[in-house]
T-cell receptor, first 111, second 116 residues
Framework: DAKTTQPTSMDCAEGRAANLPCNHS???????VYWYRQIHSQGPQYIIH???NNETNEMASLIITEDRKSSTLILPHATLRDTAVYYC????????????FGTGTRLTVIP | GAVVSQHPSRVICKSGTSVKIECRSL??????MFWYRQFPKKSLMLMAT?????????EQGVEKDKFLINHASLTLSTLTVTSAHPEDSSFYIC????????????FGQGTRLTVV
């Protein structure tokens, strides 16, 4: 799996948009970009994934650059409950393929 | 969405005893499940891949005789920590993917193991 690079930590004011960047310059053509988050002492929670088009769901938006070497996860209106470690992962789209977690970004939403 | 249930959520055991952790996919069949370990303030580390009906595949450095994995059905995988020692204390997490066409992995809530 391709390696990803994320900032170690970020702060965001409650109610504002949180933009979490991820670099994945060695991503291959058939690898997807996944985002998960982990709230303290819980299992990771799936957020969103995409291949090359921008994606949006009820939790977040995923913006992938045209060259696919980087992406940004956007939480449009951050709440205190969004405080978590956010992991950007690239992986093949197969059920048997595991996910390799990097260090992630610790997002702290500030009141 | 699909749910993966892990049990127990917390367990305390004495050194030398064995502990079994269960991972169940509640509303889908999972041919493959994954077991991770997480130390405080660290990321998840893949321990092994559990395959239904066959032997698990362990990552380098993970002792297969220490961490026994059984995947007897399409909805259940178990991880048994044998002859537990204090250094085995950790947060253990399982995950499962629905099948090859559905790409999200769903994670259990994790098991906090404390060996005293």
């Amino acid at each position: 799996d391709a390696k990803t690079t994320q900032p170690t930590s970020m702060d965001c004011a409650e109610g504002r948009a949180a933009n979490l960047p991820c670099n994945h310059s060695t991503i291959s053509g058939n690898e997807y970009v996944y985002w998960y988050r982990q709230i303290h002492s819980q299992g990771p929670q799936y957020i969103i994934h995409g291949l090359k088009n921008n994606e949006t769901n009820e939790m977040a938006s995923l913006i992938i650059t045209e060259d696919r070497k980087s992406s940004t996860l956007i939480l449009p209106h951050a709440t205190l409950r969004d405080t978590a470690v956010y992991y950007c992962i690239v992986s093949l789209q197969t059920g048997a393929n595991n996910l390799f977690f990097g260090t992630g970004t610790r997002l702290t939403v500030i009141p | 969405g699909a749910v993966v249930s892990q049990h127990p959520s917390r367990v305390i055991c004495k050194s030398g005893t064995s502990v079994k952790i269960e991972c169940r996919s509640l509303d889908f069949q999972a041919t493959t499940m994954f077991w991770y370990r997480q130390f405080p303030k660290k990321s998840l580390m893949l321990m092994a891949t559990s395959n239904e009906g066959s032997k698990a595949t362990y990552e380098q450095g993970v002792e297969k005789d220490k961490f026994l994995i059984n995947h007897a059905s399409l909805t259940l995988s178990t991880l048994t920590v044998t002859s537990a020692h204090p250094e085995d204390s950790s947060f253990y997490i399982c995950s499962a993917r629905r099948n090859r066409q559905f790409t999200e992995a769903f994670f259990g809530q994790g098991t906090r193991l404390t060996v005293v």
